[in-house]
């Protein structure tokens, strides 16, 4: 942390260990105090080898601090209450648009490929770069990936949708224009519901439903490059992949539920591979609609999306992460609260979002906003989507995310919502898929009563999830399913739950095949003498009278004071004192209590 | 003739008649490449193995048809080096039936004019004089093409239509010009003016020229999604037709600005037809005033977004510096530089005139409400033809009784008056506005924005042998309903074929 801020801070302000542009807002305070503290004669670098602060008198120092921190936690606690103050007066209105890449292969008007990997300007055909005299051609297959994504977010597919133009200049846009799907969009009227495991704000209680305005079909923009002062480099690769825009209803209120909705909708077109990347990679977008009205006034003049009374919005354009969701709404929320709380007038206008930053920025006001000039696209034909095809979407797409954690966590596997939603978000499901092969092959094997059922379905989360799950993490790997193969996981889930091996052996053998031993689990377990070889009553006798003996007032006391909590450390010691893996603590256990207490 | 004494003689022409300007590439006199295909071509006839009726033969296309061997222009300064990397389907199809491509003809730019001249190579000029020995207007926007074939400059040539560009300046040169229906020749490497409406126009000096070209272009192309599949064209050819012809005459063309040469070449054609013992039928085509209106709505609205992607960026010329109006970079207009250099005066006009009708403030009042009156011209059309449009007869409910009154095609003049000297329209103190030239397309736009089959043929209009020449220049328009072509040629042919 220390060395990037040297790099940045000039000789003068080294007077400190901390740099001020590496601390937060509420800890110059804690800074300030810091200045105080004479500068020594050494050069600064050398300063950061010893503390400045040991050489001063440590008392008042240790004291000044506590009092700093309480300071900023006394005014953090301020904060808190006057952001509630002020969202108990103020009421925030957010609506939100997505753009997501389509998962297809080829561009939304031509044949020309999607793939990205290739060299700059190689996956165009005539029509993506506007050439004089091409025309479109509309990619049916296009529409399959575009048609899950609206199914899976409830929408109403319409049967005729049309294509329009959306004109503006900009070196990104060859035909001076996007096509896109303004006027007929080919879904409407969806939603989603956001449960309190998506990360929804408190406010929204359980669970909320936003509802979805509509979704339309349009084109991506090439990619380009600025060189300042003059120049610009262009890779058409990306033009008109196809693209669907997401409209929400402005039904959200937090900012917190607009970043979980937003990143809802992503794990909803993953999972119905609509897309093929999330907004890490760029493959999603999203706009942020922001408006403020004062709670229980619905006087405004603004109407978006067929719901009125609602104050003067903004746009916040280009967003590219949960977290800058979240947080430009809220940057946006308390200005806009600031600006009317001064008597001011929130201005209709298009702001920008810079992660890291505290504030929205002006990008262009209402003077400047452009005029899109929509026209119905006169070279594409209506889109007219069949009944048939739409319910055979329907039924052959995958379960939904909800449904899946609602599965997971019924009956059938009793997990925990805790383990449930990982589970499904992970790896785009691919660990639930070994999960549920681990679950399945136990199954087959083992012959159990439906309680034992459940409680396999706990076990083998918490096997998947957190054992091997804490090996990837610690090694920094990513996910593979064939590291440990599913069989192998079952085995030695079966060999735990039989009681063949503890369950100290049975993490030692997930070690063991996790860092690449190819055994089988069998003859791993066989080979490395690791199964549990039960110990005869007089070996357990033999053990328990030893451990008794080191310890007889102890033994008097259970006796005396009935006090059986103490057997523990007996087992404990039995334990130690044993083979390591083949004392049982049941069994120790129980031969202690026939030994001392005679039952 | 051999087809080699026929094609060197066009080519002679295109170096004699320079002046008309005609083309803005023309062949070069002496090339083995063209002379070679004649040649052969003249040895498959010989053979008896002729491609088509057009192997060997010369066609010209219009510069806003893209040709991969010839520059395509569109009398732009901002496509004035440009050469396409394909050829339309248009050109191929001609090609691959043996004709050979006979240079690139002059045009308003992208087709936009009644009098091709707004052309950055110049304005083309007619054959014909006024009297006072002015050249007349060729007409507009395919007048090079017009004046190529009317100058024996080629065999046929190509045009593109798209309120009347193909037939106005048949009209005004004395030559048949033909608009297919929409949608049955491709429009792929045709550069769009006005999508909706372009169509590819065949101009020759027979009808029956035109008609064997049209017979190799009348093909499904999947590349123009507007091209009309195989299944839908077998539902539009199939039509019995009765003879006699019912003939009908809207009334609304009878106006008083009529120029009485035009008027006689009308009566003329009438009274033959009734000769020939068809039945004159007076119709109603109430909308037809408005279509002029609604077509300089709807056409430069599409112009005005097809033409956004001359930008200079990929293609075409690019102005030296920065390209934008302001020296500040956030203050200044993208490509402001290039395309105010790069666009001639009536394109900027018609781009401005689309981008306010379709501006957010605009677009209900205007756009919106010329798409309603292009309904209403089609919704005419169909309750005056005795054949049902084959696009929207589920939709529509015109009553049975029509149908049996109804006629087979309407005959009127192709444009109200004979055409203009050019002197007349360039002059610094022209009397003629741009609006004047718009009214020249009063006839040709309702068959433009109905997307209905029409035909221009010659017909004098001279009182008697003593009148001037300029006064014989009359064209009559033959409009038949959707997808008639073969009857609207085979009345143009009529017509023409009678020495009227």
């Known amino acids: 942390m220390l060395r990037p801020c040297l790099r940045h801070c000039s000789r003068a302000t080294l007077r400190s260990l901390s740099c001020p542009r590496c601390l937060p807002r509420d800890d110059l305070q804690l800074l300030q105090f810091n200045q105080k503290i004479p500068l020594p004669s050494f050069p600064p670098t050398r300063r950061l080898q010893t503390s400045s602060i040991d050489s001063q008198d440590p008392v008042p120092l240790r004291k000044q601090l506590k009092q700093d921190a309480k300071t900023v936690r006394a005014r953090k606690r301020e904060r808190r209450e006057q952001e509630e103050a002020s969202r108990q007066k103020w009421e925030l209105t957010v609506g939100v648009e997505i753009h997501a890449q389509l998962n297809t292969e080829t561009k939304l008007f031509s044949r020309a490929p999607t793939l990205p990997s290739e060299l700059p300007n190689s996956n165009v055909a005539l029509f993506d770069l ?277 599965m997971l966590v019924g009956p059938g596997y009793g997990l925990p919502i805790e383990d449930a939603k990982p589970l499904v978000e992970l790896e785009d499901g691919a660990r639930l898929d070994y999960y549920q092969d681990v679950v399945d092959i136990l199954r087959d094997v083992q012959d159990l009563d439906s309680k034992a059922r459940a409680s396999l379905g706990r076990v083998t989360g918490n096997w998947v999830l957190h054992e091997l799950g804490g090996l990837l993490t610690k090694a920094g790997q990513p996910w593979d399913a064939e590291r440990v193969t599913a069989d192998s996981l079952a085995a030695i889930i079966d060999q735990l739950q039989r009681n063949r091996i503890t369950g100290a052996t049975a993490k030692q053998v997930l070690a063991m095949l996790f860092d690449g031993d190819r055994r089988p689990v069998m003859q791993l377990l066989e080979e490395e003498n690791l199964i549990l070889r039960p110990l005869s009553r007089e070996e357990y006798i033999a053990l328990a009278e030893a451990a008794i003996e080191q310890n007889p007032q102890m033994v008097e006391q259970i006796r005396s004071k009935k006090q059986l909590g103490k057997l523990g450390w007996f087992v404990g010691q039995m334990m130690r004192m044993g083979v390591k893996g083949r004392v049982e603590a049941l069994k120790a256990d129980e031969i202690l209590r026939e030994l001392i207490l005679g039952s | 003739m051999s087809l080699l004494l026929e094609a060197e003689r066009y080519v002679a022409n295109q170096s004699s008649h320079l002046a008309l300007n005609a083309f803005i590439t023309p062949l070069p006199r002496r090339s083995s ?201 077998s539902r539009i050819s199939h039509r019995l037709k009765s003879t006699p012809l019912r003939i009908g005459v809207p009334l609304e063309y009878n106006i008083s600005e009529l120029a009485p040469s035009v008027r006689r070449s009308w009566y003329r054609s009438l009274e033959y037809m009734r000769q020939q013992g068809h039945t004159i039928q007076l119709v109603s085509l109430p909308m037809t005033k408005s279509a002029l209106s609604a077509y300089y709505i709807l056409a430069p609205a599409e112009a005005s977004s097809n033409l956004a992607k001359y930008d200079g960026v990929r293609y075409g010329t690019r102005f030296e510096g920065r390209d934008g109006d302001g020296d500040n970079k956030s ?20 781009i401005m005139l689309g981008a306010f009708s379709l501006s957010a403030q605009a677009i209900d009042n205007y756009f919106i409400q010329a798409q309603r009156i292009r309904r209403l011209v089609r919704h005419d059309f169909d309750a005056v033809f005795r054949a049902e449009n084959p696009l929207t007869a589920h939709a529509l409910d015109i009553e049975h009784q029509a149908r049996e009154v109804g006629v087979d095609v309407l005959i009127c003049p192709t444009a109200p008056s004979p055409p203009p000297r050019i002197s007349e329209l360039t002059n610094a103190n022209a009397t003629k506005s741009s609006l004047d030239a718009y009214v020249s397309d009063v006839f040709t736009v309702p068959a433009s924005l109905a997307g209905l089959p029409a035909i221009s043929v010659p017909v004098s209009g001279r009182e008697n042998v003593y009148s001037h020449d300029d006064e014989d220049l009359a064209g009559i328009q033959i409009i038949g ?20």
Not at chain 1, 250 to 263: D, E, G, N, Y
Not at chain 2, 40 to 58: E, T
Not at chain 2, 334 to 348: D, H, I, N, P
Request: charged letters at 25%.
């Open chain 1, 130 to 406: 506007a050439f004089p005299g091409s025309q479109p051609e509309f990619q049916a297959a296009t529409l399959l990936p575009a048609l899950r994504a609206a199914i899976a977010l409830n929408c109403d597919i319409q049967p005729v949708s049309r294509f329009d133009r959306k004109h503006y200049f900009y070196q990104d846009q060859p035909a001076g224009y996007q096509i896109t799907q303004y006027y007929e969009p080919f879904a409407r009227n969806g939603y989603i519901d956001l449960f309190s495991y998506d990360g929804i704000a408190p406010e929204d209680r359980d669970r909320v439903r936003i509802g979805i305005k509509q979704v339309q079909l349009e084109q991506d923009t090439a990619k380009s490059q600025e060189y300042p002062p003059s120049t610009q480099l262009l890779d058409f690769n990306r033009v008109s992949h196809p693209l669907i825009e997401i409209i929400t209803m402005p039904q959200i209120h937090t900012p917190a539920t607009a970043a979980a909705f937003v990143r809802k909708v992503q794990s909803i077109l993953q999972s119905c591979s609509a897309v093929t990347t999330g907004m890490e990679l760029g493959g999603l977008r999203a706009d942020i609609n922001v408006s403020i009205r004062q709670r229980g006034d619905d006087s405004g003049a603004h109407q978006y999306g067929g719901i009125g009374g609602l104050g003067q919005r903004t746009e916040i354009k280009n967003l590219s992460s949960f977290k800058a969701v979240e947080d430009a709404i809220i940057a946006e929320k308390n200005r806009q609260i600031a600006v009317l709380e001064s008597g001011g007038v929130i201005e209709g206008e298009t702001r920008g979002w810079t992660i890291g930053s505290t504030e929205t920025r002006k990008l262009r006001g209402k003077e400047g906003e452009v005029d899109y000039r929509y026209m119905p696209d006169p070279d594409v034909p209506p889109l007219l989507i069949g009944e048939d095809l739409v319910s055979k979407l329907a039924n052959t797409l995958p379960t939904a995310p909800d449904a899946l954690i609602d």
């Open chain 2, 33 to 233: 490449r063209w002379q070679d295909q004649v040649k052969h071509a003249d040895l498959r006839r010989a053979q008896g193995k002729q491609k088509s009726r057009l192997d060997g033969r010369l066609i010209a296309f219009k510069d806003n048809i893209c040709t991969r061997d010839l520059p395509t222009t569109c009398a732009s300064k901002t496509l004035e080096t440009f050469t396409s990397p394909f050829n339309a389907t248009v050109v191929q199809q001609l090609e691959d039936a043996g004709a050979i491509v006979a240079g690139k003809t002059n045009l308003d730019e992208f087709g936009m004019g009644s009098h091709s001249i707004h052309s950055r190579f110049g304005p083309v000029k007619s054959a014909h004089c006024g009297r006072d020995s002015d050249n007349l207007s060729a007409g507009g926007s395919s007048g090079g093409s017009a004046v190529a074939v009317a100058t024996d400059q080629c065999y046929a040539a190509l045009g593109t239509d798209t309120g009347g560009s193909v037939r106005l300046p048949a009209a005004y040169t004395g030559i048949v010009g033909f608009k297919p229906s929409y949608g049955l020749l491709s429009r792929w490497g045709v550069v769009a003016y006005a999508n909706s409406l372009d169509t590819v126009g065949i101009m020759a000096k027979e009808t029956s020229t035109v008609r064997d070209v049209f017979g190799i272009l009348n093909q499904y192309d999947s590349r123009d999604p507007t091209s009309h599949p195989p299944s839908s064209r």
């Open chain 2, 331 to 350: 203050e200044g207009y993208l490509y402001a530089k290039t395309r105010g250099e790069g666009f001639g005066s009536e394109v900027k006009r018609r």
């Open chain 2, 481 to 500: 309903q959707y997808g008639d072509d073969d009857l609207v040629l085979n009345v143009g042919e009529l017509l023409q074929g009678n020495g009227l």
